[in-house]
């Protein structure tokens, strides 16, 4: 966007602010339902744009229309002629040729080894162990030397997917039983008969 379609659409924009009057060129700007205070001595607005580019906002330039300030002497000077042909005014000093170069003692220095990684690579970052956590906000623990149980017995030698097979393999064979032997009750209502 070209600096002067800039400075066109935020002068469209200050014809919709209403500026009140404070003194000393502070003002009180009522914009899109919001308002905001513009300090011209100081150069500052509350929407902060102003400060941060140098460049007036729509509030600024609105304020400046009611003092009758010209808009672009309230631009910052980083931005002027004159400063742009003094940043540039030095000059960069050509490079011999690669043969002219003085020799320097020491250990040459190569670029790092590239290795090619296999796969996809990882877009997130390597967190420390103190900046992961869980879902709720707590620090994640690891399982290191826990011990997993399954989630029907109880036990902590299998899980779920191996109980049926820890089951059988554990399971003792019936003792037999006389049919005639009495069966003894440990419950006191309910009277065995011989």
Not at 132 to 155: F, P, W, Y
């Amino acid at each position: 966007m070209d600096l002067d379609q800039f400075h066109n659409i935020i002068t469209a924009w200050a014809a919709f602010c209403m500026v009140q009057g404070a003194g000393q060129k502070v003002f009180k700007v009522l914009s899109m339902n919001h308002s905001y205070i513009v300090d011209l001595n100081c150069e500052s607005c509350d929407c902060k744009r102003w400060e941060l580019s140098g460049i007036p906002c729509h509030h600024a330039i609105a304020c400046a229309r009611e003092e009758r300030i010209d808009p672009e002497s309230l631009v910052h000077e980083c931005y002027s002629v004159a400063t742009y042909k003094k940043a540039y005014s030095f000059n960069i000093k050509p490079m011999r040729d690669q043969e002219h170069w003085t020799r320097m003692e020491g250990v040459d220095v190569y670029p790092p080894v590239y290795t090619k990684v296999m796969g996809r690579p990882r877009r997130n970052r390597k967190k420390d162990p103190e900046e992961k956590l869980d879902k709720e906000g707590g620090k994640k623990l690891t399982k290191h030397g826990v011990s997993m149980h399954c989630s029907v017995c109880g036990a902590a030698n299998h899980n779920k997917k191996g109980h049926q097979k820890w089951a059988e393999t554990n399971r003792e064979a019936p003792v037999a039983t006389d049919d005639d032997s009495e069966e003894e009750f440990d419950d006191p209502s309910i009277i065995s008969v011989s």
